[in-house]
């Protein structure tokens, strides 16, 4: 079995922020694989269902970002699973926007709901970073992050989340790299990233 968390900040008022996207990546993956109806435990919201013949329960922590590790070690205690069963994805401001990076443990780079889980739950979990592109000010990561995305970003927004949802069954394998490579082509393949200089940015 495996957990997938998004983080975000429950309610309408945040649904679109940036901050948000880990909801968006697990709101996508429910839809697109048929997932039982979200119901509300764990502090949370969950949804179960089968991706690559492994069970995976989605959670959505609505205690707010900064405690979001509460939700997720009660539900990893629930079932029974380790940090290594456990993957978060997250909004990520040091990867241009649409990148897609996977990895195991490292740096919380002043990710409060990061801070959050691994002081519950210890730091060897699983977080696929979702970039959001960084505003270049530092005094201006707090309000960059709790704004809506643009509607400029709304097609990469939506193609990433897709693509993040039809390569999920690959994360749930452990199949880290195969399932980073497979979005960057989709997302490639959709015009989303153009060549230029040697190096990807979204369209």
Not at 30 to 46: C, D, I, L, S, V
Not at 86 to 102: G, H, I, N, S
Not at 178 to 195: D, M, P, R
Request: with cysteine.
């Amino acid at each position: 079995m495996r957990l997938f968390v998004g983080l975000g900040n429950p309610g309408s008022k945040y649904a679109n922020n940036r901050h948000n996207i880990g909801f968006m990546a697990v709101g996508e993956i429910a839809r697109r694989h048929g997932f039982a109806p979200w119901r509300r435990r764990f502090q949370g919201e969950t949804s179960e269902g089968t991706l690559d013949r492994e069970k995976v329960v989605l959670l959505r922590p609505t205690t707010y970002m900064n405690e979001s590790g509460r939700a997720v070690q009660e539900a990893a205690n629930f079932f029974k699973l380790g940090a290594s069963d456990v993957t978060v994805f997250q909004d990520e401001l040091e990867l241009p926007p649409a990148k897609v990076r996977v990895k195991v443990g490292g740096g919380i780079a002043g990710h409060n709901g990061l801070r959050s889980i691994s002081s519950h739950i210890g730091n060897d979990y699983r977080r696929v970073r979702l970039g959001i592109g960084h505003p270049g000010i530092k005094e201006m990561v707090h309000s960059h992050v709790l704004s809506d995305f643009a509607k400029s970003d709304r097609a990469w927004v939506e193609a990433l989340c897709a693509a993040v949802a039809d390569n999920a069954g690959l994360l749930a394998a452990g199949h880290d790299s195969s399932f980073a490579n497979k979005v960057h082509l989709a997302l490639q393949a959709k015009g989303i990233f153009e060549k230029e200089g040697g190096g990807d940015k979204p369209a």
